[in-house]
Structure formats: C-alpha cells, structure tokens
C-alpha cells in the first residue's frame, strides 16, 4: 500500500498478498572456483549445530570444502555434506570438539590429511565406496569412533590414520595394499584385527601399543611380505599368532615386550627377522 503525502495525494488500494520463502542458508562462507562454475566452503561462517552443506548454491554446484575450513570449530554437532561434494581439504573438520556425527555423498573421492584428527565426540561416519585412500592422520585421536566399515575398494589407509582412534574391532578390506605406519596405534579399545588378502607390508608401529589386542587374522590367500618394526610391540594381551606363507620379512622387535604372546608360527618363507 502507498500512503498519500501530506498535500492530499491519494493513498493507494492494498496489493494482493504476496508469500516469500528464505531458502535454507548454512551459515557458511562460499567461494567460487574453477572459473566460477562451482562453490567450495571456504569458512565455517556463522553455521552452528546441524549444519547441512547444499547440493547446489545460487545455481552452482558445491563441490568442495576448503583446507582448514572448520578448523577448531566448537560450534557445530553434526555435518551433512551435499551431493556434489567431491573433496574435502587438509585439516577440513581438524580439532571439531563438539561434532559428533558425519555424513558424506556417495561421489565423495578424496579426505585431505588429517580431515578429521582430534574429533573427540565423532561417534559416527560413513566412508563412500567411491574412497580408493585414507590419507595419514584422518581419523587420528577421535577418542569416540568405536565402530567403521572400510570401503570395499579402498587401497591405502595413511601414516596414523586412526592412531589413538577408539575402534574396536579393525576389517582390512581385500584391496589395500599399503597400511602405513602408526596406522592403528595406540588405540586403548581394539581387540580384533582381519588383515586383507592384498596387503604387502606392514608398517612401522602398525598397531603398537594396543593393549587389549588378542586377535589378529590374515586373509586367506594373502600375500603380505614385510611387518615392519614395532609393528605389534607392547600388544600385552596378544597371546597366539599365525603368520601368513608369504611373509620374508620380520622387522626390528616386531613383538616387543607382547608380555603374554606364547605361540607364534613362522613359516619358512621367512628370510629375516631383525632384533
């Protein structure tokens, strides 16, 4: 409605009514890239408690969220990553105190180093079968992830990529070829390890100072060539172990102080076992 003036102009009749709608906004900070014909999340902005990532903004698809762009955050609970999310960057979730729940796109191809280190109330996530690498220290120190399925077609989980993590039970699937080192250590609930068929080595510290792992099983038809050193030192509750026909190569005190360990097969493809 128009109201007249103050010399005698005519007010208006009223217009029809007219609804409006605010589309869903996260409170994030969006920047454009590859040559302005997508969105990545740049900052974490304003976002506080549920936070749900886009499929598209002002018609253009989020395809990225930045390095250190949530970075110490202690604002957010729960992150839902929109469709067109293919990548995550370094230290993306780094330090989240307060999140505790995560859920990513099926399209999702690459989690930069340490995404989600020091997430100490993550209680859950889900990592697509579109994920062919875990980089080191993903998952490291996320005191509360007590339970993760590896994707099927995953074939490289990183230095320290769960180090510290708090799962209890560890599947290695079938197509990982390399575990780096300090990959699973240090993890104060973990009893049961399946290593998968394809795996080569072991790294260095693999899954040192796991005090309540009792379990450890290799594939059939694995072909796994080295356990490097440390690889199952201070293990106290490892008490039986049989290693697979394929094994040349047992590193520098690869069952230090595995105070309860009191049978253990060595085959004979066996060419070295260091101190």
């Keep these: 409605k128009a109201k007249g003036g103050s010399q005698n102009e005519l007010s208006s009749a009223w217009s029809q009514a007219l609804a409006f709608h605010r589309d869903y ?36 698809p989020i395809t ?15 992150i839902r990553l929109g469709a067109n999310i293919r990548s995550i960057g370094k230290n993306a979730f780094y330090n989240c105190g307060q999140l505790t729940s995560v859920t990513l796109p ?24 579109s994920l062919s690498e875990l980089a080191p220290y993903t998952f490291a120190y996320c005191r509360a992830l007590t339970s993760l ?17 708090a799962l209890t039970e560890v599947l290695i699937p079938d197509s990982v070829r390399t575990v780096g080192e300090y990959a699973f250590s240090s993890m104060a609930s973990l009893t049961k390890v399946t290593v998968g068929s394809a795996v080569l080595s072991l ?18 038809g694995s072909v796994l060539g ?26 520098n005190r690869a069952f230090y102080q595995c105070e309860l360990l009191a049978e253990i097969n060595i085959p004979a493809s066996v060419t070295h076992i260091g101190e």
């Design 149 to 165: 399925t590896l994707p099927e077609k995953l074939t490289v989980i990183g230095a320290s990529a769960f180090n510290g993590a």
């Design 64 to 78: 990225e969220i930045a390095e250190n762009a949530f970075k110490g955050n202690r604002n957010i609970t729960e």
């Design 106 to 129: 099926d399209g999702l191809s690459s989690i930069g180093e340490s995404a989600f280190q020091g997430c100490r109330a993550l209680e859950h996530i889900n990592l697509p079968a």
């Design 25 to 60: 906004e996260s409170g994030c900070i969006y920047a454009l890239i590859n040559n302005q014909t997508e969105y990545q999340i740049l900052k974490a902005g304003s976002a506080s408690g549920v936070v749900r990532i886009e499929a598209t903004y002002r018609g253009k």
């Design 203 to 220: 790294g260095e510290y693999c899954f040192n100072d796991d005090p309540l792992l009792s379990s450890v099983l290799f594939a059939d």
């Design 226 to 251: 080295a356990i490097g050193d440390y690889c199952f030192a201070q293990d106290k509750a490892l008490a039986a172990i049989t290693l697979p026909e394929t094994l040349t190569d047992i590193g």
